[in-house]
Structures are given as C-alpha cells and as structure tokens.
C-alpha cells in the first residue's frame, strides 16, 4: 500500500497493555495472528501472560512510566494518557489498528489511516453512574466527569472507523461518545469455537455456570435461584466471592474453582445447559463458548447476552427479580419441561458467527473500508484529467 510517503511501512497493531490476560488482551493477541509479521505494540508488556506465538513491544517506557504501569488506578489512567498522545513508533505506518481505549489519546499523522477496536465504553460513567451513591460520592462523580467528558471523549473522535465487539457497545458509543453510527463496524471477539463440541462429553445431569466470582457476574442471583429448583448447579471459576458465594449455596450446589481447558471443554460439552447472568454484558466469552459445545443458553435478558439466545431454539432468557418476565428459575422449569427446539448440532453451528474465522474476515473488511474511505483527491482532479484528455 503506498499513500505517497516516503518510508513508510504498511500496518501496525497496538493495544492498550497487557494488565489483566482478559478478553480485550486475547483480540490483541489475535489481531497479531491475523496479520502475520506486522509489529504488535502493547502500552505496557506482560510476558507471564502472552501466549509463545506472540511477539510484543513496550509502547510506554521511561522508570516513572513504568512505576505508574505497575501501581495502577490513577497512576496508571495518567501514565497511558500521557504515553499514548504521541506514541512515536506508530507514526511512522500508513495503517494503524488499535485495540481498548486508551490508544483513543493518540493523535495520529494527517494521512495515516487508524481503524479503533472498542471492548467497551467507560461503564461506571456512563450507563452503569446510577451505580454511584450520593454524600462523599459527590467527589466521585467530579473526578469522573473531568476524566471521562473532558480528558476522554472529546479524545474519541480521530480515527478513520471504529470497530464494536458487539451491537451494544455499538449503540453505547453512539450514545455516550456521540459517534456517528455509519462510523462504527461490528466485529464479535474470536472465540475458538473449533476447540469445542458436544462430542467432549456425554450430557449429564447437572447445570453449569462458569466466570469470574465477582459482582457483576451476579453469581450470586444464580444460586439463590437454585435453592428453589430440585436441579444440580456446578459452579466452575473463581474470584473474591467465591467463600460467600459457598456460604450462601445448598447441598445442590458444587463448586469446582478454577478449571483448565480440558476440564473446561467436558464440562460445557456435558451441561443440560449453561446459566449466564452477567449484569449488561459488553459481548460475553463463556456464552459463545457454551453455544460452541452444543450447550443450551439460559441467559439473562440484558447486553449482548440477550442476542445470544433465541429464545426457545437455544435456550432461554430470564429476567432478574423485580423484573416483568420469566425468573432464571421459570427459564430452568421451562427448560426442564420443553427442552429446546434445536439439537446440539444445529446449537454448535449457530456459535460459529462469533468464530476466530468470522472475527478475521470482519476485521480486514474494516481495514479495506477505512483505507478507501480516507482516500484524498483534490476536487480539481477530475478537471484536469478532463482538459488533458480534450487537448490531446
């Protein structure tokens, strides 16, 4: 590709660091199995976490810098605000892809066409601040309207194309970003759905749900459920609630901690269905990966959960208490009763939308757009072209 400066290379990746070995880093690490030999640039580098096949550059660097990466919190938001506005590594490529929104702090090179990958906008400030209390959380409520309306989004209107992990987040940055939505692609995160398969495992008897134990998983509302149903619930995952979880559980409640992929396979593969009930989920890994396994879903009626499920076909969506519609415990005892239209097979092909290959193609098609959206020509082009051919 040659955009007419000199010395330029082609493409480059960049994601916002290697902090949590979560979704967002596995699209990063993803995006550099998609485009082989292009350099991937972390804000800052994790080499317990990144998998053998992946080569990254420390984008933020400096003792300072890296003293605020490790700290976290505050320490951390300033260290990337500050390393991503110039970040000069990436000047020097003609096409630029980001990952996470940190990178939305850079300011790009007029012609260097930028596509943004987007995992979510910024949650507590915007569609979860009725999370916020009132009195001392006043303080609260002014540090974040100064870093999120104005250190961030005014910072979020640069690139070329943003890309979505999902219609949500899509229909989030239209709202809360003030994004054109003709400007944002939708590309659902890779998921290896070929790792999974009914043929894992037999169906057993028990129901499954499996994250991390923390709040907004809402685990908690998962087996309070259960405590009303004569069914059996594995709980595979861990987290810091975990012991209040185990506390709060009957007998018919196991709990397996953290499982390996192996294990992690069989159990999805062997579920009567799995139960999701994260609270507006931006996409949802566990779901897809469930579907993949020719699971049933019951999921929660919120997020990008919500579109998971077809209802009836798949599995079932649920409300939570206090809601208008079926209770997680109606969708188990209807599911119990009726079962689901579709088998395991036709369950395993609808996953294969949110698949690594899906997730590829979506992801060059945005690229392709990008660069010819941002092609520059000169009104008076096509007249002097005109003249040339007329005098000749």
Not at 49 to 61: A, G, H, R, S, Y
Not at 342 to 358: K, L, V
Request: proline content about 4%.
């Amino acid at each position: 590709m040659d955009r007419g400066s000199a010395g330029r290379s082609e493409i480059a990746l960049a994601h916002w660091g290697e902090h949590v070995n979560g979704g967002g880093d596995r699209v990063a690490w993803e995006l550099a199995r998609t485009f082989e030999d292009v350099p991937l640039y972390v804000g800052w580098k994790d080499e317990s976490i990144e998998p053998p096949d992946v080569e990254t550059e420390q984008l933020i660097t400096g003792r300072l810098n890296e003293w605020a990466l490790r700290r976290g919190g505050l320490a951390r938001m300033a260290a990337h605000l500050l390393g991503w506005q110039k970040a000069d590594p990436l000047r020097e490529y003609d096409v630029l892809l980001t990952s996470g929104n940190e990178p939305l702090f850079y300011v790009p090179p007029t012609e260097q066409v930028w596509v943004a990958y987007v995992h979510h906008t910024n949650r507590r400030q915007s569609d979860r601040i009725g999370e916020l209390g009132d009195g001392p959380a006043a303080t609260a409520k002014l540090l974040l309207y100064y870093l999120v309306r104005v250190a961030f989004d005014h910072n979020t209107h640069k690139p070329d194309l943003f890309v979505a992990n999902s219609e949500h987040v899509k229909r989030r940055m239209v709202r809360y970003w003030g994004v054109s939505p003709e400007n944002i692609a939708v590309v659902y995160p890779p998921v290896d759905t070929d790792t999974y398969s009914p043929a894992a495992a037999e169906t057993g008897s028990y129901y499954l749900t499996l994250s991390r134990l923390d709040w907004h998983k809402s685990v908690d509302e998962i087996v309070d459920a259960f405590g009303d149903l004569d069914a059996r619930l594995v709980v595979a995952g861990d987290g810091p609630d975990r012991a209040a979880l185990e506390r709060r559980a009957g007998d018919n409640v196991e709990f397996r901690g953290y499982v390996d992929e192996g294990e992690k396979r069989e159990l999805l593969a062997g579920a009567k269905a799995f139960v999701f009930n994260g609270q507006d989920e931006d996409f949802g890994i566990s779901p897809v990966e469930a579907l993949a396994s020719g699971t049933p879903l019951l999921g929660v009626r919120e997020g990008m959960t919500q579109y998971q499920v077809v209802d009836g076909k798949n599995g079932y969506t649920h409300v939570r208490d206090g809601s208008e519609g079926r209770t997680l415990a109606e969708s188990v005892r209807t599911f119990e009763a009726e079962g689901v239209a579709w088998s395991d097979r036709e369950i395993e092909s609808f996953a294969e939308r949110f698949s690594i290959g899906a997730f590829r193609e979506g992801i060059r098609d945005a690229i392709s757009r990008a660069v010819e959206g941002s092609s520059i020509e000169p009104s008076w082009y096509a007249d002097v072209d005109g003249a040339t051919e007329r005098d000749a």
